[in-house]
């Protein structure tokens, strides 16, 4: 979260409560064919229900397949009950093995918060999270120079790194930064084909036969027991591909992550009484919709206005 906004805000808010949440899975979204659910934010291991939350959804005859993304920071002590309510899956962002370079990532000023992250990784690997996902978002002059290491993690234990491209999303001023910089003018990012190069080039690399549920495309480095996945949105744009919604914290449900255009204010309707088939078609005609609301189509004239929610606020 950006410096200086107290935690407490997020609990203030007026989300949706975990029996809406459940009545929108049961109501509206299962019966247009969603079987599969990720809990993420902002940060979800700060909502005091979260565990309730889990279990109430894996429960759920339909659900084949429920994960959760995370900081970690709150991890180590839930971790065994996350698992305990049937929860399998969990993403941990980790984008640097170094403290300083971590805090500064974050934006952390004060202790670091770099251990509480790995006590968190460490702890959902003992209680048996598999597959564990690692989630690192590369910046250029930042962390990129640790590639090799982040993608060593995969040798001895059966984690999934995931490299994710760095988007001018909600960190406008650091993007730009970066782009002004040397003869990378007009690349703040590292393009996913150069990072495997680097890789290739130190072990050998090649496709995994192990496909994941989003966007990335995965790879493996020869013997080593985990995988390494690439989310390539700025040099290999795969809207076309998408077949995922974003329920909000506060009942807005969006067709694209990054993108607020098509919004359908939930919580207000189910709140005031509004038919449940009312909301339904409503989504469903969302649906029908989704491929021309994208992140890819920001800039053609089919969407309204810039993003204005941070990465702390809409998590992955």
């Not at 429960?59 to 959760?68: E, F, I, N, Y």
């Not at 962390?143 to 760095?166: G, K």
């Not at 995922?244 to 449900?253: H, P, T, V």
């Not at 021309?292 to 969407?303: A, L």
């Amino acid at each position: 979260m950006p410096e200086g906004t107290e935690l407490n805000y997020i609990l203030r808010q007026d989300l949706l409560t975990k029996a809406e949440i459940i009545t929108l899975l049961k109501e509206v979204f299962i019966p247009l064919g969603f079987s599969k659910f990720r809990l993420t934010g902002g940060e979800p291991l700060l909502r005091p229900d979260v565990v309730d939350v889990v279990s109430e959804i894996a429960s759920l005859p339909q659900t084949k397949d429920l994960a959760l993304t995370t900081n970690a920071f709150l991890l180590a002590g839930m971790a065994q009950d996350l698992y305990d309510a049937g929860l399998r899956r969990i993403n941990i962002s980790l984008d640097s093995l170094n403290p300083q370079t971590f805090d500064t990532i974050i934006g952390n000023r004060g202790r670091t918060r770099w251990h509480k992250t790995w006590e968190g990784i460490l702890a959902a690997h003992r209680v048996g999270f598999d597959p564990l996902k690692l989630n690192v978002v590369i910046i250029p002059g930042l962390n990129d120079s640790e590639v090799l290491d982040l993608a060593a993690l995969t040798l001895e234990r059966n984690w999934h790194v995931r490299f994710i491209e760095f988007m001018p999303i909600g960190n406008g001023s650091l993007f730009d930064d970066l782009a002004k910089r040397g003869s990378e003018a007009d690349r703040p990012w590292i393009p996913s084909a150069e990072l495997r190069e680097r890789i290739a080039n130190r072990w050998g690399l090649a496709e995994s036969n192990i496909k994941g549920n989003g966007p990335a495309d995965v790879f493996k480095i020869p013997s080593a027991k985990g995988t390494l996945g690439f989310i390539s949105q700025m040099s290999e744009c795969f809207c076309d591909r998408c077949n995922r919604m974003r329920l909000s914290a506060d009942g807005w449900l969006r067709p694209c992550l990054l993108n607020e255009t098509g919004q359908i204010d939930l919580k207000t309707a189910l709140r005031s009484g509004r038919d449940l088939q009312d909301l339904r078609a409503r989504v469903a005609e969302l649906l029908l919709l989704k491929p021309e609301i994208n992140y890819k189509q920001r800039d053609s004239g089919t969407t309204a206005g810039s993003y204005t929610r941070t990465m702390s606020q809409i998590g992955g």
